[in-house]
Nanobody, 124 residues
Framework: QVQLVESGGGLVQAGGSLRLSCAAS????????MAWFRQAPGKEREFAAA????????YYADSMKGRFTISRDNAKNTVYLQMNSLKPEDTAVYYC?????????????????WGQGTQVTVSS
């Protein structure tokens, strides 16, 4: 079993930055893929970024490319999402997810474990 705990959300002005953290505990293997999703009120959960736990290869949704950076610290079992140039439309609850297997997925159904989410609010 894997437990995921997100932190780092908050209120920021447009153009600002935040760094989200996802601390993983339990049986995280090198063949896991990790991802960040987000969900705005009234909208479906949306893929943001993913990283392979062992190779650090990454993948981003087009709307986040160039502004968001996903990374991981194996020693701390933690995955990060650095978010720059934030926009009001980035306002959402951000979720960390883990998936067994090397390849990431871009749909929520592709992930086996989820954190509780952290709120990010970007004011204009």
């Amino acid at each position: 079993q894997v437990q995921l705990v997100e932190s780092g959300g908050g209120l920021v002005q447009a153009g600002g930055s935040l760094r989200l953290s996802c601390a993983a505990s339990g049986r995280i293997f090198s063949s896991y893929a990790m991802a960040w999703f987000r969900q705005a009120p009234g909208k479906e959960r949306e893929f943001a970024a993913a990283i392979n736990w062992s190779t650090s290869s990454t993948y981003y949704a087009d709307s986040m490319k160039g502004r968001f950076t996903i990374s991981r610290d194996n020693a701390k079992n933690t995955v990060y999402l650095q978010m720059n140039s934030l926009k009001p439309e980035d306002t959402a609850v951000y979720y960390c997810a883990a998936r067994r297997g090397i390849r990431w997925a871009v749909t929520p159904s592709g992930y086996d474990f989820w954190g509780q989410g952290t709120q990010v609010t970007v004011s204009s």
